[in-house]
């Protein structure tokens, strides 16, 4: 699974060798600090895995940083490659224009014709002379399996292989070399030689689980470093490659803060002030028990404070949602217009976790909110199956805690029981506060209580109390032992 | 230098372009093969011109031709690119004679 605990254990990290960074988003966390500087990063992996353009991404992101690259491919047209890359907004013509990257698509021409044997000898020279060129100390070899298959001799084909990796080593270039592992039945064992001539090797791959497919990014070596030993799911946006990874930096939390009103006021009596900052509270309860009434209370007054949240909804849309709240008395709309407040709704089923975690991630890196809304967890086991839900939430949660961002969640349960079932995704080792909600019938009348059954480290009511939903808000009555 | 052999010929009837990495195995092979080619051709129907890719890397590019040994055959007309080191003659020598009877 994603969140092995190997990594949140620590690892020590050790390095004898030198590297340089990716820059891609989560693989240098991956790498211990990135890939081995003058030597071989193998990119392993089947058709369709993503190797091409991870690689490609690492050369473009460091000459957007400044630092020059080279990228030969024996199978990709270079019109292709700019067309990718434009789904990224990547300009590759201005980078090659700012001597930053150059681009060499050796790809055999198809109606060409073999008449005898050929070498990498030429394609090495010209290498040469590009390098030079743009001052290049990066280069990415892509593919050249699709080429040297044409020689037709599994000995020709290594021995150039070795060959190519020998200049490579004796020009003192860092590189990386993609190229075809075992896939399906499809054999390209005869390349497994070059796991032991790279100095460091990543296999990616794509995998359906329960419908959902999920591309994972694994280091099987890494020679003279430490490195995450898990297998990474990654998600590939419209920006790029996301690596969101569990790592040992992972639950170094910040200690719980102090109190901010709840937005109840009745509601912060019963537990020391209100909820804590970097904290993460869950607020479960049934349909129609008023958990978006609490969320929205909350906002409502976080927002008035000049603090910004930001909601993360998968319930309704958010317009829904904001004219829903006006009955309570609970008016959002200042708040979205002055900015304080921005939602992100989806619906879980239209992407896979990593792509909900990275649009999650993305809008915190850009909005920087204090708070955290998401409504409702419960939603999130339609991202896949429960164990998606549990890892999206868990690193969701971890990067908030990381960050000081106070976490509100709501969980529409199964059952009305005030009881220990909090989600059916057991987050409670994260979650910090417990809220439970519930209609009781009484007389023929439906009565609304809550409770708190869980706040850590800090004294709170241990009483059912019955409230009210008002045109102004929440009210909470005097509480009795149940 | 360009290793430009025979390229002032005129109204050759066959012109073509080896491209070669040096003294690298191949290369030399095909550099032979070509001459030998030459010699089953009436010496003056084939203008030869040799790029090294060695000493003229931008050329190569400008041909977008990476791979060594490589020919262009550009009369006659249509053009062909053939890899390798040119062993397979016969093969040329239909590629030559084919496009040429026409």
């Not at chain 1, 820059?23 to 369709?48: C, Q």
């Not at chain 1, 047209?77 to 990547?90: C, H, I, N, P, T």
């Not at chain 1, 896939?183 to 419908?211: I, K, N, P, T």
């Not at chain 1, 909090?422 to 019938?441: C, H, P």
Request: aromatic fraction near 6%.
């Amino acid at each position: 699974m994603g969140t092995s605990h190997e990594d949140l254990r620590g690892p020590v990290r050790h390095s004898s060798v030198e590297k340089i960074q990716t820059l891609v988003e989560g693989l240098d966390e991956i790498l211990h600090g990135g890939i081995p500087k003058g030597s071989m990063t193998l990119f392993s992996g089947g058709p369709g895995t993503g190797k091409t353009m991870l690689a490609l991404e690492v050369l473009v992101r460091r000459a957007i940083d400044g630092i020059p690259g080279v990228f030969v491919t024996f199978e990709e047209r270079e019109k292709d490659l700019q067309s990718y890359a434009d789904g990224f907004g990547w300009d590759l013509a201005a980078l090659k224009e700012a001597g930053k990257l150059a681009i060499i698509s050796a790809r055999i021409q198809p109606d060409s014709i073999l008449a005898g044997e050929f070498d990498l000898r030429g394609i090495l020279s010209i290498l040469r002379a590009q390098i030079t060129s743009i001052g290049a100390q990066c280069v990415v070899i892509d593919a050249p399996d699709a080429f040297l298959r044409l020689l037709d001799d599994i000995g020709r084909e290594r021995a150039e292989l070795q060959l190519l990796h020998e200049w490579l080593r004796d020009s003192d270039l860092t590189s990386i070399m993609t190229v075809k592992s075992k896939h399906e039945g499809a054999s390209y064992l005869h390349y497994e030689f070059l796991d032991y001539l790279a100095d460091c090797v990543l296999y990616l791959d794509q995998r359906v689980v329960d419908q959902v497919t999920t591309r994972r990014l694994r280091v099987v070596k890494y020679r003279g470093s430490s490195y995450g030993r898990n297998e990474y799911p990654f998600g590939i946006t419209d920006q790029g490659t996301w690596i969101i990874p569990v790592t040992q930096a992972s639950l170094k939390h910040r200690a719980l803060g102090k109190a901010i009103s709840s937005g109840v006021p009745a509601l912060d009596a019963l537990m020391a002030g209100g909820y804590r900052r970097s904290s993460c509270t869950l607020i479960s309860g049934g349909s129609g028990t008023g958990k978006t009434t609490f969320a929205a209370s909350f906002v409502l007054h976080a927002t008035e404070q000049g603090e910004r949240v930001l909601y993360l909804d998968f319930e309704e849309s958010w317009d829904a949602l904001v004219s829903c709240m006006l009955s309570p008395g609970l008016d959002l709309r200042p708040a979205l217009e002055t900015g304080m407040l921005r939602f992100v709704s989806t619906m879980p089923e239209s992407q896979g976790i990593e792509e909900h975690l990275i649009q999650a991630f993305r809008a915190i890196a850009e909005f920087q909110p204090q708070h955290l809304i998401v409504d409702a967890i419960s939603a999130c086991r339609r991202m896949g199956s429960a164990h998606a839900a549990f890892d999206y939430l868990l690193r969701l949660i971890d990067r908030s805690k990381q960050l000081g961002i106070t976490a509100l969640l709501t969980n529409l349960s199964a059952t009305d029981q005030l009881s220990q079932e909090i989600t059916g995704i057991d987050l409670s080792s994260v979650i910090d506060t417990v809220i439970l909600l519930r209609n009781v019938e009484i007389a023929g009348a439906y009565r609304r209580e809550m409770a708190i059954i869980k706040s850590r480290g800090r004294d709170h009511s241990h009483h059912v109390h019955p409230f009210q939903i008002t045109g102004n808000g929440i009210a909470i009555g005097e509480g009795r032992a149940e | 230098m360009t290793g430009t052999v025979a390229e002032s010929r005129s109204r050759s009837r066959y012109v073509v372009r080896l491209f070669v990495a040096g003294d690298a195995h191949n290369s030399r092979i095909a550099r032979e093969n070509l001459n030998q080619l030459r010699d089953l051709l009436n010496d003056t129907e084939l203008s030869i011109q040799v790029i090294d890719v060695e000493e003229n890397p931008q050329l190569a590019i400008e041909h977008s031709i990476y791979v060594t040994p490589a020919l262009q055959i550009v009369e006659p007309k249509p053009p062909t690119l053939v890899y390798g080191n040119l062993r397979d003659k016969e093969t040329l020598l239909a590629l030559f004679e084919k496009s040429g009877n026409y």
